[in-house]
């Protein structure tokens, strides 16, 4: 502790954080956007002094592992969220490992998920969607996605369930919520948990309901190009206290003690415990009651995350009204692109806005791909594709139910472009102007 006194210290700390402002405005404020010149990316960081400052605040605490920031962001981002508990977690991909091991807890008796049960996916997915389910000795059930909503086929989940299924972990992917009505049904129906990757789809609503709140655990990541940004980050959303004790004991290297970092004895009987066939009173900061990992974050993280939190609701109608736009100038070229399509209850939060390539069309995926980047607009494919074709899954054990030929298109003929908050108007009408461009000297294009 220093001997400063504190209004030195805070006088001090003030400076450091007005000088921290200047450096934004000199170094970091917006550049004018040059059409043909400007590359547009699909994503990323939207942020100005107030997260460059948190930053600094954070590093002057010198605190580094998750303190009060982390405390801040969990109680303020579950509130946001309408959920009961928030586990800040260093990224999307730990979120969603750290919420299927979850479901190894004993506490979860006759439900939890052992090496060998099934976990229903869908086959186009972000890899760490996925992962979890084989890095928890699992096997998942890849149902296809559909082109057009990129969301599994809830038409096929009867023919997927078995008896040693146990959970359907699937994401919102592109940020298109996937039919809730039918999924939480079919878990109801088989008793089954049921975890929302939301990674890609903060905001996005089903019936008027944020997704992430109709399953048992929601993922979220906070990578630079999700829908707000702590550069590495993610959290899971809990709905039970018995599921929360069991994500902050697999955060936190299995431990049964809940102690905050730098905390002691927030149980009030420390040296009191007995459990297992542990000697009594062993220090219950190292009992461990689950296989765990440490996924934490650092409170520079979380920093930048309370300053963003505060942004989001903005974020997220930014990239609504670029998709809107996006849709209705797009709808002209139908005849050769898929365009995005939502089911009537959903509203996405999109994460990207996805076109589709018809089998039909005088060109090919690659040709107005590398058209669009030539103009430097930047393009994704949907992360795996067909995840089965991809190397890392050959020769593992999984089930698919039947062809997957949905993946396959949209592996072969499916891209997608940004929509994030750094897409202004402008952007966006050169965006539009590109897309004609190139499609309007395609043969048998005609104006609807
Ligand atoms: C649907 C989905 N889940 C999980 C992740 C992983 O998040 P992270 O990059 O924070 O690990 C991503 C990343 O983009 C994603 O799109």
Avoid at 210 to 227: E, Q
Avoid at 416 to 443: M, N, S
């Amino acid at each position: 502790m220093s001997d400063a006194p504190a209004s030195q210290e805070q006088a001090l700390r003030q400076e450091i954080l007005d000088k921290v402002k200047q450096y934004y405005q000199l170094k970091h404020a917006k550049r004018p956007f040059e059409p043909g010149k400007t590359y547009i990316g699909y994503a990323g960081r939207v942020f100005d002094e107030t997260e460059m400052m948190a930053l600094a605040d954070s590093g002057l605490d010198f605190w580094l592992t998750a303190g009060r920031f982390s405390a801040l962001f969990e109680s303020s981002f579950a509130k946001w969220y309408g959920r009961r508990s928030c586990y800040l977690v260093n990224s999307g991909s730990s979120a969603n490992l750290l919420a299927l091991s979850a479901l190894g807890a004993k506490t979860l008796g006759a439900r939890r998920l052992q090496a060998g049960d099934e976990v229903i996916t869908t086959s186009t997915s972000f890899p760490t969607t996925v992962n979890p389910i084989f890095q928890n000795g699992a096997v998942p059930v890849f149902i296809d996605t559909e082109v057009g909503t990129y969301n599994m086929d809830v038409s096929r989940l009867e023919e997927a369930v078995s008896d040693k299924t146990r959970a359907v972990m699937v994401a919102h992917t592109l940020g298109y919520p996937f039919n809730l009505d039918a999924v939480t049904a079919f878990c109801k129906k088989h008793n089954l948990w049921l975890i929302e990757d939301c990674c890609d789809a903060v905001g996005a609503t089903w019936n008027g309901q944020k997704v992430g709140t109709f399953g048992d655990m929601a993922t979220v990541s906070f990578y630079p190009a999700h829908h707000m940004t702590m550069g590495e980050g993610g959290a899971v959303l809990a709905s039970s206290p018995l599921l929360g004790r069991a994500l902050e004991s697999y955060r936190d290297w299995g431990r049964d003690c809940w102690c905050a970092p730098g905390k002691d004895n927030t149980c009030g009987k420390r040296f009191n415990w007995q459990l297992g066939d542990l000697p009594h009173g062993y220090d219950h900061k190292y009992i461990y009651s689950n296989i765990g990992y440490n996924l934490k974050l650092t409170d520079m993280q979380a920093a930048v995350g309370v300053a963003q939190l505060a942004k989001l609701d903005s974020f997220i109608k930014a990239r609504q009204d670029n998709y809107f736009h996006l849709l209705k100038s797009l709808s002209d070229y139908e005849p050769y692109l898929i365009l995005p399509q939502q089911h009537p209850k959903a509203v996405p939060s999109p994460f990207g806005f996805a076109l589709t390539v018809r089998d039909d069309a005088p060109f090919s995926r690659k040709q107005i791909v590398d058209f669009l980047e030539s103009r430097k607009i930047a393009t994704r494919m949907v992360f795996c594709g067909n995840i089965v074709r991809q190397p890392a899954y050959k020769g593992t054990h999984y089930r698919q139910i039947g062809e997957l030929s949905g993946s396959d298109k949209i592996m072969r003929d499916t891209f997608w472009i940004g929509v994030y908050p750094g897409i202004t108007a402008q952007v966006r009408d050169y965006i539009v102007e590109q897309f004609a461009a190139f499609l309007r000297e395609k043969p048998g294009w005609k104006k609807n």
